[in-house]
């Protein structure tokens, strides 16, 4: 190997790295099993492409029925009082960012519609993970998948041998022997390894943007999809690299094949199953999530001291003084608007405040357990490549939780239009106050923006860092293993 | 080593020769490994990976019966309060509510919310060992008159992300690692024997390779096995498993686990028999764990989402609704329903409990129940025929079958749940029937009829496996040894003509 390294290197003036790359490409297409393993992978990846595209035409159709079907039950009420529509509501169903074809994450365990009614703010519900069946808790194929999964074990079978099999060949000692440059050596096992990693993952980008310009010609890639493509590439690429380099490394420093070769599996056994758990379950330990009962009934109490549609309620008596007084009235019948309207718009905005709080201290859980979980990604990168890949893919807690946010503004603003048109026409009681139809055209329905990349990309930094930080402590010690490689 | 005359009148018969090659080879095995460091690291490993899974689940059990004891108080809360008004309204001492959803003699109301029963399925004593749909299901279900979507698809407080990761259970431990460490301790069974040059010896005797082979697994996996199941007994035993009512379930999660161990065995034995070298072995090996474990029922479960769509929920939302809007249009409910909630007690609420408005609130509620049951019927029979086709499917997959078969060995699995739902429609409709009689004759609620109130039945039967599902633990577990013995003949075969290499 070192002749010909060296010939090759003094006659044609070719990179000695460019020399052992050549020639670990040579052999990796003369075996038979890679070209193998290299096309099950592709397969893979066309396969979770076809089946994301699939899942998401249909979830997308489905949802946009949905709301269609919505709209026409809430503009059928007929005339009404507007807050007995307002007590009917509307459902705002969730909406699907183009990438999760990429990575679903974890849109199949978060509701996928929410119920918008007068008084209440109500949790997500419909999980479609329950209609999945239990082996999809086995593993769902998915671009993610074979990315987070797959790739890193073709990683591992391609590096772990890289060393310690030319040692155990001998050829290791020999080229080492008569001269061969170890840097050479190294830079053109990482080059040659690295060009088949970064080629499946060019592939699979590749894969993914001609499937949806074929598949989903109504949709149009835009600077939005470039901005998450541009985090979510970048962060595969650097985590499969990692892995590689780590298997460098391993292969270098390990007594023989067959202990790099275990080492390395199980270490991508911790990163890809075990860890993930594990963190998880960490993480619920120290931020336990209050059970439904438990925050129903926060909620619940924290509204006992608001007065609904109890006139005698304490509060309610309060809100009226105060009404009479700020008018310079004694009785409601005098108000130049509807009492009615009014007491339903104070009560509505007393909950607001009570739903904000409650709602928002769940969230702030979620998000603690969610960084928590990633601390560990220093170690064990899918925890830090997990955040990254669902926040750029649009289906991690932050953009499910934006749409929590953005279902309640509309219902919010369902319930102020109510109130505003009891308040002007409502009259003293407002109760039989009847709306026209025509009310329910003016008020919207629930029209899902999806935020853009820069919600995917808040927050983002210190997983890039932990995910960086980690493939380049790999190669760090793949370079300081290799630079001195154990000869036997 | 194992050199046994045939010829030797003191052997005589095959059978007890081959029990003592048997033997003679797990004694070696033994004597070599008893100093092997990584043997016992692996056995260590398993032990505390199962010691942790074990807890996880505790924790997870305790945790929903804490959930449970809340729902139940807060039932019991609710009821007392009710029938405390209704008694002080009886007696005169108190006036009765302005608002008939607050008036705890009116039917209509009290069977949609306020009196809810909250039904929950209890947890077998094997629940520990796998979470399964445990955590995709609502750990209290609140049983009203109103239509079953408004309580079957109320989600329990989760993080999804959690949800997604799994839960670190003891089904997860042994069907994703205890493979892992098999193959670690099992890859070189044979090649590592060619490799030292020792099985030209093994070979000069009389002996069946196999049988060597296999004594020689029986020790050096089977220990994984012992340790497995004795951290397991031990984790349990120390959390305060009942093993009163727990050991059959137990000791059909030991077999499970043995039959599991076998197949890997067979497989490891098969990957041996090939004459490859250990590197090769534990390559092959490694390839095959993600492809039975993660790539096969990735790609079955892929294939049959497409074949069976799951079923569109927003389509049963939109027919109760549509149901609503339409019985509210005819009868003019809609703003009757509104008078109810929010005006005053008028004269025509002062008679009869229910009075006509409250009948056509009912007659919406009806409606809606009425949609709401045909659509999920059919959405069920959708879902049903999806994961049947995942299912048959998945039958040449040890993996998924070993995976669901641990599900409902813990109670946590399909037909458990399913048995569940279908008591949790029958106690709806008794519900239902008990709470629109009144409320359609516009008759008010008694105390007496507080006391009645249908139970969810505490069906005996139900705090154990169903029969379905230990027939379907029989199914799986005899397919996963069909399995074991597809990979174990072909290895045998093939170990009668070894190379020595």
Avoid at chain 1, 78 to 106: E, M, R, T, W
Avoid at chain 1, 168 to 185: I, N, V, W
Avoid at chain 2, 35 to 57: K, P, Q, T
């Amino acid at each position: 190997m070192s002749e010909e390294l060296e010939s090759n290197a003094r006659g044609r003036r070719v990179s000695p790295a460019l020399v052992v790359a050549r020639r670990e490409w040579v052999e990796l297409l003369r075996d038979a099993r890679w070209v193998a393993l290299v096309g099950i992978v592709v397969a893979l990846i066309v396969a979770a492409l076809a089946v994301g595209i699939v899942e998401r035409s249909r979830q997308t159709r489905e949802r946009a029925a949905a709301a269609e079907g919505d709209r026409r039950v809430w503009t059928a009420q007929g005339p009404k009082n507007p807050h007995s529509a307002a007590h009917f509501g509307q459902y705002a169903f969730k909406p699907i960012g183009l990438l999760a074809i990429a990575d679903p994450g974890v849109d199949a365990y978060a509701g996928s519609a929410v119920y918008l009614e007068a008084h209440k703010q109500n949790e997500d519900r419909f999980r479609s993970a329950r209609d999945l069946g239990s082996m999809s808790r086995l593993a769902r194929l998915s671009f993610a998948f074979v990315l987070q999964i797959v790739l890193p074990l073709i990683a591992v079978i391609l590096g772990h041998s890289a060393y310690s099999g030319e040692r155990e060949r001998g050829t290791l000692p020999l080229a080492l022997g008569l001269g061969a440059d170890p840097r050479a050596l190294f830079l053109g096992k990482a080059l040659a390894g690295a060009s088949v990693l970064l080629g499946l993952l060019a592939i699979a980008t590749a894969v993914l943007c001609l499937g949806i310009a074929i598949f989903l010609p109504e949709v149009e890639l835009e600077a939005d999809f470039f901005a998450r493509l541009a985090g979510l590439v970048p962060a595969y690429a650097i985590y499969i690299l990692g892995f590689f380099g780590l298997a460098l490394a391993v292969s270098a420093a390990a007594r023989g094949t067959r202990t790099a070769f275990v080492s390395l599996l199980v270490f991508w056994m911790l990163n890809g199953f075990v860890a993930p758990r594990v963190a998880g379950d960490i993480a619920s330990r120290l931020q336990p999530l209050p059970t439904g009962q438990a925050f129903r009934d926060g909620i619940a109490e924290a509204k006992r001291a608001q007065f609904g549609h109890d006139e005698k309620h304490p509060a309610f008596v309060a809100f009226r003084n105060r009404v009479l007084a700020e008018y310079g009235v004694d009785r409601v019948e005098d108000l130049p608007v509807s009492f009615r309207g009014l007491s339903l718009r104070e009560d509505d905005h007393a909950g607001y405040r009570i739903f904000d709080e409650q709602f928002g201290r769940l969230r702030d859980l979620v998000a603690r357990q969610d960084r928590l979980r990633s601390w560990a990604g220093f170690a064990f990168p899918l925890l830090a490549l997990q955040p990254i890949s669902t926040a750029m893919a649009g289906t991690d807690n932050a953009h499910h939780h934006e749409f929590i946010r953005s279902a309640e503004l509309h219902r919010r603003r369902i319930q102020d239009a109510a109130s505003a048109e009891l308040m002007e026409h409502g009259g003293v009681d407002g109760r039989a106050y009847v709306a026209p139809a025509s009310l329910w055209e003016a008020i919207p329905s629930f029209s899902p923006t999806f935020p853009d990349a820069r919600l995917a990309w808040r927050g983002r930094s210190l997983d890039f860092l932990r995910l960086g930080g980690w493939s380049a402590c790999c190669w760090l010690a793949a370079w300081a293993a290799t630079i001195r490689p154990r000869a036997a | 080593m194992f050199e046994i005359d045939a010829h030797d009148p003191s052997n005589p018969s095959p059978r007890r020769r081959r029990a003592s090659v048997l033997a003679t080879s797990a004694a070696c095995e033994w004597r070599s490994l008893r100093f092997d460091l990584g043997w016992w690291s692996a056995l260590a490993a398993s032990a505390l990976c199962v010691a942790y899974a074990v807890s996880v689940g505790r924790a997870r059990v305790e945790q929903r019966s804490a959930a449970v004891a809340q729902a139940r108080a807060d039932e019991t809360d609710r009821l007392a309060r009710l029938t405390d008004l209704l008694r002080k309204i009886e007696r005169g001492e108190a006036p009765a509510p302005d608002a008939p959803y607050r008036d705890p003699r009116n039917a209509a109301y009290v069977g949609r919310g306020q009196g809810a029963a909250a039904v929950a399925l209890e947890d077998l004593p094997t629940a520990p060992l796998a979470s399964g749909l445990s955590d995709l299901y609502p750990q209290v279900i609140k049983v009203a008159s109103g239509p079953k979507d408004g309580f079957l698809f109320t989600d329990e407080i989760a993080n999804p992300t959690r949800l997604l990761g799994g839960e670190f259970d003891f089904a997860f431990v042994v069907v994703f690692l205890f493979p892992a460490i098999l193959i670690a301790l099992g890859h070189d069974v044979l090649s590592a024997e060619r490799e030292q040059g020792t099985l030209a010896m093994t070979l000069a005797a009389s002996a069946s390779l196999t049988v060597v082979l296999v004594g020689k697994l029986i020790v050096r996996l089977g220990g994984v096995v012992v340790v497995v199941l004795g951290t397991l007994v031990a984790g349990l035993a120390a959390s305060g498993f009942d093993f009163a009512r727990g050991t059959p379930a137990l000791l059909i999660a030991a077999a499970a686990v043995v039959i599991y161990a076998a197949f890997w065995t067979s497989l490891i034995l098969l990957v041996n028999s090939f004459g490859l070298s250990s590197a090769m072995n534990a390559t092959s090996l490694a390839v095959a764990w993600p492809a039975l474990i993660l790539v096969a029922p990735a790609a079955i479960s892929a294939w049959a989402e497409v074949v069976h769509p799951a079923p569109a929920r927003s389509l049963m939302i939109l027919a109760v609704r549509s149901a609503a809007v339409d019985v509210e249009r005819e009868r003019a409910a809609a703003e009757d329903r509104f008078r109810d909630e929010h005006a005053p007690r008028s004269d025509s609420f002062a008679g009869p409990i229910a009075d006509a408005r409250t009948r056509e609130t009912l007659a919406v509620t009806i409606a809606a129940d009425r949609r709401a049951d045909e659509i999920l019927a059919e959405q069920e029979e959708q879902a049903r025929r999806r994961r049947g086709l995942a299912e048959r499917l998945a039958f040449a997959l040890p993996p998924a079958l070993l995976h669901d078969a641990l599900e409902e060995i813990a109670g946590n699995g399909r037909t458990r749940w399913d048995d569940f739902l279908e008591r949790i429609d029958r106690f709806h409709g008794e519900w239902k029937a008990f709470f629109f009689e009144p409320a359609s004759r516009g008759a008010a609620l008694t105390t007496a009829d507080y006391a009645r109130f249908p139970r969810f039945p505490q069906d005996p039967a139900s705090a154990r496996i169903p029969d379905r599902g230990l027939l379907r633990i029989a199914g799986e577990l005899f397919a996963v040894a069909l399995l074991s013995l597809l990979c174990f003949l072909p290895a045998h075969l093939r170990l009668r003509r070894p190379t020595p290499g």
